[in-house]
């Protein structure tokens, strides 16, 4: 059984910042992409940033030069830090990864962690 497990969303002002970190656990042979999503009220999920197994990153274009993915591979975790934070910022962030878990590759999703940008 694998779990993803995210942490670090808060409330906090416009222009202040956040680190979100995700920590995939359990029985894990290896982990290749790893992601992370959004989703505001009434709006569909987004990929708002990924890093593959070599570290290549892709962001969405509203947040490039704000945010940045990161992976600590030795920890089975991932960050997504978040910089000069604005209101259409606030949404539910979910992590995301493809795992081989038991000589299978599936991709685990994180419960969401909320993020709130408000004055």
């Known amino acids: 059984q694998v779990q993803l497990v995210e942490s670090g969303g808060a409330l906090v002002q416009p222009g202040g910042s956040l680190r979100l970190s995700c920590a995939a656990s359990?029985?894990?042979?290896?982990?290749?992409?790893m992601g992370w999503y959004r989703q505001a009220p009434g709006k569909q999920r987004e990929l708002v940033a990924s890093?593959?197994?070599?570290?290549?990153?892709n962001y969405v274009d509203s947040v490039k030069g704000r945010f940045t993915i990161s992976r600590d591979n030795a920890k089975n975790t991932w960050y997504l830090q978040m910089n000069s934070l604005k209101p259409e910022d606030t949404a539910v962030y979910y992590c995301?990864?493809?795992?081989?878990?038991?000589?299978?590759?599936?991709?685990?999703w994180g419960q969401g962690t909320q993020v709130t940008v408000s004055s």
């Open positions: 890093i593959n197994s070599v570290g290549g990153t």
């Open positions: 995301n990864a493809a795992i081989l878990n038991t000589g299978t590759w599936r991709v685990y």
């Open positions: 359990g029985s894990i042979f290896s982990i290749n992409a």
